[in-house]
């Protein structure tokens, strides 16, 4: 009958490891790590992996009796009384199949491999249900929930809509006739439509300014000339009087006064007017 040790310490746990190699692989077969722990609990004497208590590793826990067992392994492969062909797996040298094991109870059968119940695929999340309320020139139109979206409520609907739906994939309704992306995507009609959208406005807009153009010409041309800029040049002042720059009557004789001569000046409030050189009043 095995005595399970108190302590964890990794020396005390050396016999129980030996004694269950020796019970489980007399002949020095390979042993795993499971059925070591697996012959442990099957002892009468054993108390329980809870009587040693458990930690915390990469956040999962782990009881530490399991943990001594793994060093006091380690401990005997070092001294050379097992050998480990492979990770996991123990066995019994040539040296310590010749020494007497402790006395250990009739060996306990493998313990089965745990049976693999099939997990059930994880199912892709429902795609949520799509409300459109659609704006026309009769008021606002309500769509009933659909699981898809229907490109057709798009086309059905005005050119804004179609373009914000373009707008609104990755390519930002880029559309070429030589991507094989577009040639792929539902939405490549509305990004035509939207692109055509795009074109009328321009076109529009550059008719529009071009109209305007014509207009402002053809009123330009329609309108009379319009009269020269009376010339604000100030006559010139002449020694005896000022010089007449075009042709005018005397205010005394009434005589014409030739452009270009000299003649007498008097401002309005003084009787004014434009008179002979000879016909100036005193």
């Given at each position: 009958?095995?005595?399970?040790?108190?302590?964890?310490?990794?020396d005390a746990w050396k016999?129980?490891?030996?004694?269950?190699?020796?019970?489980?692989?007399?002949?020095?077969?390979?042993?795993?790590?499971?059925?070591?722990?697996?012959?442990?609990?099957?002892?009468?004497?054993?108390?329980?992996?809870?009587?040693?208590?458990?930690?915390?590793?990469?956040?999962?826990?782990?009881?530490?009796?399991?943990?001594?067992?793994?060093?006091?392994?380690?401990?005997?492969?070092?001294?050379?009384?097992?050998?480990?062909?492979?990770?996991?797996?123990?066995?019994?040298?040539?040296s310590s199949m010749d020494?007497?094991?402790?006395?250990?109870?009739?060996?306990?059968?493998?313990?089965?491999?745990?049976?693999?119940?099939?997990?059930?695929?994880?199912?892709?999340?429902?795609?949520?249900?799509?409300?459109?309320?659609?704006?026309?020139?009769?008021?606002?139109?309500?769509?009933?929930?659909?699981?898809?979206?229907?490109?057709?409520?798009?086309?059905?609907?005005?050119?804004?809509?179609?373009?914000?739906?373009?707008?609104?994939?990755?390519?930002?309704?880029?559309?070429?006739?030589?991507?094989?992306?577009?040639?792929?995507?539902?939405?490549?009609?509305?990004?035509?439509?939207?692109?055509?959208?795009?074109?009328?406005?321009?076109?529009?807009?550059?008719?529009?300014?071009?109209?305007?153009?014509?207009?402002?010409?053809?009123?330009?041309?329609?309108?009379?000339?319009?009269?020269?800029?009376?010339?604000?040049?100030?006559?010139?002042?002449?020694?005896?009087?000022?010089?007449?720059?075009?042709?005018?009557?005397?205010?005394?004789?009434?005589?014409?006064?030739?452009?270009?001569?000299?003649?007498?000046?008097?401002?309005?409030?003084?009787?004014g007017g434009v008179f002979?050189?000879?016909?100036?009043?005193?």
């Amino acid at each position: 009958m095995i005595q399970f040790p108190t302590t964890h310490n990794a020396d005390a746990w050396k016999p129980v490891v030996i004694a269950a190699i020796t019970d489980l692989a007399p002949t020095g077969a390979e042993v795993r790590f499971t059925n070591v722990i697996a012959w442990c609990e099957a002892q009468s004497t054993f108390p329980g992996w809870d009587t040693w208590g458990s930690k915390m590793k990469r956040g999962k826990p782990y009881f530490v009796g399991h943990r001594a067992i793994t060093l006091a392994a380690g401990k005997l492969k070092a001294e050379g009384s097992i050998r480990s062909p492979r990770r996991g797996y123990y066995a019994l040298t040539t040296s310590s199949m010749d020494i007497a094991a402790p006395v250990a109870a009739p060996a306990a059968p493998e313990a089965p491999m745990p049976v693999q119940t099939p997990t059930e695929p994880v199912k892709a999340p429902e795609a949520r249900p799509v409300r459109l309320n659609v704006v026309t020139a009769d008021g606002v139109q309500f769509t009933p929930e659909s699981s898809a979206t229907n490109s057709a409520a798009y086309i059905g609907a005005d050119a804004g809509l179609r373009r914000m739906a373009a707008e609104q994939t990755r390519c930002f309704g880029a559309w070429s006739s030589r991507s094989d992306q577009c040639g792929t995507c539902p939405l490549a009609g509305l990004c035509q439509q939207a692109g055509m959208t795009d074109f009328a406005e321009i076109a529009a807009a550059l008719d529009a300014a071009t109209a305007a153009e014509i207009t402002a010409a053809e009123a330009k041309v329609a309108a009379p000339p319009a009269p020269p800029a009376r010339d604000q040049t100030p006559i010139p002042v002449a020694a005896n009087g000022v010089t007449v720059p075009f042709a005018c009557p005397c205010h005394d004789c009434g005589k014409t006064i030739p452009a270009g001569t000299v003649a007498h000046y008097r401002p309005a409030e003084a009787g004014g007017g434009v008179f002979h050189m000879g016909c100036a009043p005193a």
